[in-house]
């Protein structure tokens, strides 16, 4: 389970382009949940931008072009699913990892669901920390950042 560290952030952040750095970007409603990715992701030298929903997550998607998106499937405003879909549509290669915790079908449905109609990988909630960095390294393009492998060990 991923461990909820919390350090004060609760606005949607942006993180500064870094091209030496792969850009995630994290969409989750649950401010613990978003605060512990970015922690997880940013300790293994991802660049992490934060949305609140699918509605903020789209905007961030236009405006920082990220290497991946990581995003919840079941949210206010505007859901994972809608997200997905819109995301494929506007640009097809996108990577994107869904994720979702229990709703009132389960969660493995939700998951499913999103692989389903665009996600490239889907993760059932909770999951460990090592199993979403071995997703994100699985579908981000390790020759273009040679640090990825040397941490993969």
Same mark, same amino acid.
């Given at each position: *389970?991923? =461990?909820? @560290?919390?350090? #004060? ?9 870094? !091209?030496?750095?792969?850009? %995630? ?7 613990? &949940? $978003? ?9 293994? #030298?991802?660049?992490?931008? @934060?949305? /609140? =929903? #699918?509605?903020? #997550? ?10 991946? &998106?990581?995003?919840?499937?079941? *949210? ?8 997905? +879909?819109?995301?494929? $549509?506007? /640009?097809?290669?996108? $990577? %994107?990892?869904? *994720? ?10 939700? &998951?499913? %669901? ?8 889907? +993760? ?5 920390? =090592?199993? +979403?960095?071995?997703? &994100? /390294? ?11 492998? !040397? $941490?993969?060990?």
């Amino acid at each position: *389970m991923i =461990n909820h @560290l919390n350090h #004060g952030l609760d606005e949607v952040g942006t993180a500064a382009p870094d !091209a030496s750095c792969p850009t %995630i970007l994290v969409i989750d409603d649950d401010s613990t &949940v $978003r605060q512990s990715l970015e922690i997880l992701l940013e300790t293994y #030298g991802f660049q992490v931008s @934060l949305a /609140r =929903n #699918g509605k903020q #997550g789209l905007a961030a998607f236009r405006r920082i072009d990220p290497d991946l &998106v990581l995003t919840d499937i079941i *949210m206010p405003v505007q859901d994972g699913i809608e997200t997905i +879909l819109t995301i494929r $549509r506007e /640009r097809p290669d996108a $990577r %994107i990892l869904a *994720m979702s915790g229990s709703g009132p079908v389960g969660n493995s449905d939700y &998951v499913a %669901i999103a692989a389903k109609l665009g996600a490239d990988a889907a +993760l059932a909630k909770p999951f460990a920390g =090592n199993e +979403l960095i071995d997703a &994100v /390294r699985a579908l981000i393009a390790v020759d273009r950042w040679p640090f990825l492998e !040397a $941490r993969a060990a």
